[in-house]
């Protein structure tokens, strides 16, 4: 069975603490590795420096219906200048280029794919086309570069 999920399916997601069943926020968006291999934290509530996130180690599940984070004490503030981008979609998977190592555009991000248990990326879909994560090398804010095939 796989685990693999969408960026596209999982926003709007509720999250919920483990430890006293209440609501934390919502899935509103992921901040990415800037290598582009996995997801660091989920945005689950705020704007800008005010944005509160989840680390991923503190998921325990992320099911069809909500995502479980180990405890209420999990969130805090975006603490660095790539999370701070991140959650104000300066740096975000969707939405961006795809360029290749030899410098050609291969299309743009329409929704990016998940392992649902480790938070790993399996790949992206650019343009109808299917990227595998073991081409991806790295994502900034113009762009996510994978290997030229």
């Given at each position: 069975?796989?685990?693999?999920?969408?960026?596209?399916?999982?926003?709007?997601?509720?999250?919920i603490a483990v430890d006293n069943a209440e609501e934390v926020g919502k899935v509103k968006g992921f901040i990415v590795s800037t290598d582009g291999r996995r997801i660091d934290a989920i945005h689950v509530a705020g704007r800008g420096k005010r944005a509160d996130v989840i680390p991923w180690s503190a998921v325990e599940s992320f099911g069809?219906?909500?995502?479980?984070?180990s405890s209420s004490g999990s969130t805090h503030r975006v603490d660095t200048e790539h999370d701070t981008m991140a959650v104000k979609g300066k740096i975000s998977a969707?939405?961006?280029?795809v360029l290749d190592t030899d410098g050609f555009e291969i299309g743009v991000?329409?929704?990016?794919?998940f392992?649902?248990?480790?938070?790993?990326?399996?790949?992206?879909?650019?343009?109808?086309?299917?990227?595998?994560?073991?081409?991806?090398?790295?994502?900034?804010?113009?762009?996510?570069?994978?290997?030229?095939?």
């Open positions: 069975m796989s685990n693999e999920m969408t960026f596209e399916t999982a926003d709007g997601r509720k999250v069809a219906d909500a995502v479980m984070s969707r939405g961006a280029k991000v329409d929704d990016v794919m392992d649902a248990s480790s938070g790993e990326l399996t790949g992206v879909l650019a343009d109808g086309i299917r990227i595998s994560s073991d081409r991806f090398r790295s994502l900034g804010s113009y762009a996510f570069v994978v290997d030229a095939s």
